[in-house]
């Protein structure tokens, strides 16, 4: 049995505690695993008073997060205080630079500072993990700068936010609308009081960032993803998307394309029978499309204190096994620093979803914008009549350039007979 | 840049020139990767004659592969000849002795022989990759050793053979007979002349070895485990499945229970809504039950030349960056030998088909038999009416013991009234 590997946690919210009931309760398995102890030895939070779930007899106390980045009995530091900015990025840098392994859950500051912190990790040669950043308990970190390491990727997408996929699930089984949704599930505790992280796409962004730079190898650049939440989605979206064999997810994609790598996070349309359809409720789900082992697909729980646990404490079995690899994949001084594709150059097929006033020419007029713009239609939906009040229109387009989709939107939804801003959702072709 | 990793093939099949095609063709992409070149030297093959689709210009050639044992000029041995005794035993086990590294697709070899090759890997301090051997592109060995290492496994199931997961689909999909799917199967290549392997539940089972040395750190144990193959699946069965509420798949599933560790391979009715029952066709998917990380699943292509040699290379990627693990998770020293849980044990439920006598008495008389054995009813399927003639009698069980439901079947098989040998499939539940 090797030495022990000293850990100092920084943040005992949910995620710190379930790390801490792990390392206690799985002490002789991990040790069987690793050949060595991994032992917690010190912790940090702002309240030492508050009741926790789990014993912390024995252990330092640190009242500043910061103080474990000096301690010299530990090797690896667990920041689980989470923000971009801050006392974690000042322990994150700290613990590096002081030759301290560092092992993180904030997708946040690594979508915003990656590329720094991992230059400074490799200089003093410790490692920098952060399979708990994106998606929890699935371990799609591992199997993309390991695993998946022999391919060119062609495209990553996935579901990376448990919350608003809960909402769209359940928007998709109830027929309720978007707001009625997002009341409940935070009264369940489901969602936060300020949803906005979630439904307004910003933590998926934060883990789609983090997923393109090691699918393709450069720097995250949060900076340069499109993002779109899902509060604009209507219950007449999900039940028209259900009609066109479609389901709607928040996704994130990247993929590198003629103008550049493309990342976007918006709500998506994909096929029902698509496996990336069927990731329901709170899961996560991630399809990387590789070169030579084609198409995998990884499912699992994206947060809570298990899944996070577990995914914390692989790379603390990684670290006391020894690994030591390019935190990004790629040595960090060799990151590329892709070309950023301008949205206006995304191809795909998009929904459209119109209110216009039932009159005679109304179609012909939006049919004549459409073809103007070389967009071609795929499928139209106009059944209700009721002449000379509101009828909603849908329809789908074959591929088409989003510069040419957003052009013939705009000049639609001038037309006097559209009666509302016209409703456009991507669809994502699996 | 460091030093080059010197590869020699052994085998050049369908997986060896796929291995040599990525080798050459993403060599820079491998490099960047692992920070030096993976440099193929040398390969073996029986005919060197034979026209093969890859380049092998300017490389070493050994008429017996197991020259490549001793070649002084290579670092990593792949072995892709395949067997379980014979050449590629043989080449394993002198490449580890010499002190050098192997990787193997071989899941047959690995089965039978996998601790004593771990035990020599560990013993010369070299690795010995075996990722290519489960799952093809799936990275699932990494996922148990690494991604999930932090977890207690409750129970590993999956579908671990493209060839009988293709024809029970298409057997799903149009209604037909297995011999009948089988033969068109084996027509378009699906399937080898000799099937027996894919069908008769070998090879999966081979891979269910190793998949439950990893996640339960015991030795491989082939003998250990139950296998039924999928001939005896009728189309009636696929029918009544459906019209249950279930899909017929062939699944490995172990788990831990109190008689030891349960191993089994056999067809399986699963609910359709279940992530498991949506892997269709030629794809392979993994279910990973985690007390931390809960349900993960893993899911892609299981075979052929890309997703395999995908494998191989991860697994040169990783000696490349000086991953040095215990082969199966935990050193093998400390390997344990679980008792095997003996099939009477097992607990589940089950469906059952009857082709029985249409008369009065003979429902009651069966029912008798299953309450004689504690077995109780679930469902019932009792259609078609033909006095006098013979008609199926369909049912499902609630949670039973195999012990139970075997001796149940014995008896009603000996009733007069039954015409033919009860089937009967087991049914996993998520």
Redesign the interface.
């Known amino acids: 049995m090797g030495e022990p590997l000293r850990v100092g946690i920084a943040g005992l919210g949910t995620v710190g505690c ?1 790390v801490v009931d ?1 390392l206690q309760r ?1 002490q002789e ?2 040790a ?2 690793t ?1 060595r102890p991994i032992r917690l030895v010190a912790v940090s939070a702002r309240d030492r008073g508050r009741p926790r779930p789990v014993a912390l007899d024995g252990l330092r106390w640190h009242g500043d997060a910061r103080a474990l980045a000096e301690d010299p009995e530990i090797d690896v530091v667990c920041e689980l205080i989470g923000g971009a900015e801050g006392i974690a990025l000042e322990l994150a840098r700290r613990t590096l630079a002081g030759g301290r392994h560092l092992v993180t859950a904030n997708k946040a500051m690594l979508a915003h500072h990656g590329a720094e912190l991992a230059r400074l990790a490799e200089a003093r040669e410790v490692a920098l993990g952060f ?1 708990a950043a994106v998606a ?4 799609i970190v ?2 993309l700068r ?7 990727v062609r495209r990553i997408y996935g579901i990376l936010n448990g919350t608003s996929n809960y909402i769209l699930t359940v928007m998709r089984e109830s027929g309720r609308d978007f707001a009625e949704v997002l009341a409940e599930a935070q009264a369940l505790g489901y969602a936060e009081a300020d949803p906005s992280f979630d439904v307004d796409g910003i933590d998926a962004a934060h883990k789609l960032a983090l997923l393109a730079a090691l699918a393709f ?1 450069g720097r995250p650049r949060f900076d340069a993803i499109h993002v779109e939440g899902i509060r604009h989605v209507a219950a007449a979206d999900i039940a028209y998307a259900d009609e066109l064999g479609y389901r709607i997810k928040l996704l994130g994609v990247a993929r590198m394309t003629e103008a550049g790598l493309e990342q976007r996070l918006h709500p998506c349309m994909v096929p029902k029978d698509a ?1 990336i359809a ?1 990731v329901e409720g709170v899961f996560n789900g991630i399809v990387v499309e ?12 994206g947060a ?1 204190a ?2 996070t ?6 790379d ?3 670290i006391a ?6 935190v990004l ?3 960090a001084a ?1 990151l590329a620093d892709h070309r950023s594709a301008p949205m206006s150059t995304h191809r795909g097929s998009y929904y459209i979803r119109l209110m216009v006033v039932d009159r005679p020419g109304v179609l012909a007029d939006i049919a004549a914008v459409l073809r103007d713009h070389e967009v071609s239609i795929e499928a139209l939906i106009q059944r209700a009549r009721n002449p000379g009040q509101a009828v909603p229109i849908v329809l789908t387009s074959h591929e088409t350039t989003e510069a040419a989709m957003s052009a013939a939107l705009a000049r639609i939804g001038s037309l006097a007979a559209v009666l509302e801003p016209p409703r456009m959702i991507r669809i994502e072709r699996p």
Chains 1, 2 share one sequence.
Do not use: F, H, T, Y
């Not at 590789?290 to 729980?301: H, K």
């Not at 096994?321 to 390019?326: D, F, K, Q, S, T």
């Open positions: 379930g792990l799985n398995l991990l069987r695993r050949g399979e929890g308990g699935i371990p591992k199997a390991e695993g998946l390491a022999a391919n060119r190898g496996p069927q590789g070169e030579d082992a084609g198409v995998v697909v990884l499912e699992g729980r809570g298990g899944p646990a577990s995914a914390v404490v692989a603390l079995i990684d096994r020894g690994l030591r690899l390019p994949g790629v040595p060799m």
